[in-house]
């Protein structure tokens, strides 16, 4: 099964500098998916930003963008100009596109962020 | 409504009652997830659904754990004989499509149901 690792249980960056939160993933797979989730205190999971494993460009939304480094099968979150919106547990989660899995996300155990004013 | 809800938001069972968890997907999403959320842990995937048909159910940690989706949409979570390991919030999310084409589509959670077993 893939295993997703998370090795920052807690991050913190003041409001306005720049964070990196990071994951890597293990995988016999050539395609996948990858994804980070935030997750506020609402607890609804809402994606922030997914990158192809085909694709060699890193995405980018906004204030957020990937380091995506396929033979190290790590997978980094950059967060620019943080805000304090942006406080919440993040999850880095990969899919696998095909096969028995079907499409289940398997998570990492999640980083809180911590933004400060 | 817009996204997945999911009823009730909280639930306190005592030990050996059983409960039932409801998820409303998006309407006309294919696919159906359930997963659980320990304390502090990442989600678990429980089992999925591609209409009404249950094609994975590999994660459920017994046989005291249940789940359909009898016409394809609305889905229920039922746990038996609970215990306090059962101690969770459970997620449901949903997908426009599914099968094999499924797996790159945004899967959009609901907010959880917490479930505290005394």
């Known amino acids: 099964a893939q295993t997703v690792t998370q090795s920052q249980p807690e991050m913190s960056v003041q409001e306005a500098e720049t964070v990196t939160l990071s994951c890597t993933y293990d995988?016999?797979?050539?395609?996948?998916?990858l994804f980070w989730y935030k997750q506020p205190p609402s607890r609804q999971m809402i994606l922030v930003i997914r990158q192809e494993a085909y694709k060699q460009q890193n995405a980018t939304e906004n204030r957020f963008s990937v380091n995506f480094q396929k033979a190290a099968k790590s997978f980094s979150l950059k967060i620019s100009d943080s805000q304090l919106g942006d406080a919440a547990m993040y999850f880095c989660?990969?899919?696998?596109?095909?096969?028995?899995?079907?499409?289940?996300?398997?998570f990492g155990r999640g980083t809180q962020l911590t933004v400060w004013p | 409504g817009a996204g997945v809800s999911q009823s009730p938001r909280y639930k306190v069972a005592k030990r050996g009652q059983d409960v039932a968890l409801r998820c409303d997907p998006i309407s006309g999403h294919v696919s159906l997830f359930w997963y659980q959320q320990a304390l502090g842990q990442g989600p678990e995937f429980l089992t999925y659904f591609q209409n009404e048909a249950q094609l994975d159910k590999s994660g459920l940690p017994s046989d005291r754990f249940f789940a359909e989706r009898p016409e394809g949409s609305v889905s229920t979570l039922k746990i038996q004989r609970t215990q306090q390991e059962d101690s969770a919030v459970y997620l449901c999310?949903?997908?426009?499509?599914?099968?094999?084409?499924?797996?790159?589509?945004?899967?959009?959670f609901g907010p959880g149901t917490r479930l505290t077993v005394l």
């Open positions: 989660a990969y899919r696998s596109p095909r096969g028995s899995t079907l499409g289940r996300l398997y």
């Open positions: 995988t016999s797979e050539s395609d996948y998916y």
């Open positions: 999310a949903s997908s426009f499509k599914g099968g094999l084409a499924g797996g790159e589509n945004e899967q959009f």
